[in-house]
């Protein structure tokens, strides 16, 4: 019997060997073709973390993947020609970040799975999907529950500099994730005993008079939504922060990265590892309706201690305690 038992396990293993050597030499003769689209303007650290999963996981550029990447320079009018062109190439998968990127995949195709690089709204709220766990259709993918995250934003800000009463929240008026964005900021200023100034602009010469609107009125400190324009424009929208002078708290860490002086955020190079897995299930075979969205684990306070010394600023070591990183 113990003989039969282990005549059986070596067969099992046998088996599972078979199954993952044909998966990998179908990786090794087909070359895959992977429509990219990000709102940024160019390749970032999170897209390398993105390709380097790929190649872990069986893919090589020039061999058996092919990535057709478009980037919007942070105007969201350009997704439906990028993913229109895409879709014309007849790409095996499309992974998209921002939700108007997604909005305009969706539109383009209902055959081509789509991967959310990441959402920074409600894709079920929005009728993208029917449900996380079971998203229907040809789009799944990754969201990071940016709303949540809101609040926590505010009260670390205040935490940082306890004397702000009144902050400019910038936002993209054409981002959805903006108005949902500000609507949770609001209501942890309510808690917080501080009032929010919101500024909804649009275009490069909206988000330079912004900055100046925000200081003129009076603001202490700003939140900075990244979504849409500041997005393409990283390094212009830091600028155009230090140079009036206020503490600003950024919802995404490459602003930081980029001089900025903080951010509170989901950790995107976890979603960018957990994209290329799903990635990877859908170009062997599993359909993006069966492929539950998911959502993020790990977070990260950021700060750039080099700049809050150029701007003349004090960060509590208690704070600094609590970063996940400092840049100094």
């Not at 075979?285 to 998911?294: H, I, N, R, S």
């Not at 977070?299 to 960060?315: D, E, H, M, P, R």
Request: some cysteine; overall charge neutral; glycine content about 8%.
């Amino acid at each position: 019997m113990q003989r039969k038992t282990v005549w059986l396990v070596v067969m099992l293993a046998l088996a599972i060997l078979t199954v993952s050597l044909a998966a990998y030499a179908q990786r090794s003769t087909k070359v895959y073709r992977l429509g990219y689209v990000r709102t940024t303007s160019g390749y970032d650290a999170q897209d390398e973390a993105f390709k380097q999963r790929l190649r872990a996981l069986g893919y090589t550029e020039g061999q058996n993947l092919v990535i057709e990447a478009r980037f919007a320079h942070g105007d969201a009018e350009r997704f439906p020609a990028l993913v229109a062109e895409l879709v014309q190439l007849q790409v095996d998968c499309l992974v998209v970040g921002g939700i108007a990127a997604i909005r305009a995949a969706t539109q383009a195709t209902s055959t081509i799975p789509i991967v959310m690089l990441n959402a920074s709204d409600d894709p079920v709220r929005l009728g993208l999907i029917t449900s996380l766990a079971r998203p229907g259709g040809n789009l799944t993918g990754i969201i990071d529950n940016a709303p949540a995250l809101a609040g926590k934003r505010l009260a670390l800000l205040k935490e940082a500099f306890p004397h702000i009463a009144l902050v400019a929240h910038i936002s993209d008026k054409h981002a959805s994730p903006s108005a949902v964005d500000r609507t949770e900021v609001e209501v942890a200023a309510r808690r917080l005993g501080v009032r929010i100034h919101p500024l909804e602009v649009q275009g490069a010469e909206g988000w330079k008079q912004a900055f100046r609107t925000a200081r003129e009125a009076g603001a202490d400190a700003l939140i900075v939504a990244e979504y849409g324009f500041p997005n393409g424009h990283r390094e212009e929208m830091v600028k155009l922060v230090d140079n009036i002078r206020l503490p600003a708290m950024y919802t995404n860490a490459a602003f930081v990265k980029s001089g900025g002086l903080m951010s509170y955020a989901a950790d995107p190079f976890e979603r960018s590892l957990r994209a290329a897995a799903l990635v990877d299930k859908i170009l062997q075979g599993a359909k993006p309706a069966d492929l539950p969205v998911e959502q993020p684990t790990k977070f990260g306070f950021v700060i750039n201690l080099k700049t809050a010394q150029a701007l003349g600023l004090t960060i509590p070591p208690t704070l600094l305690f609590q970063a996940d990183e400092v840049i100094q």
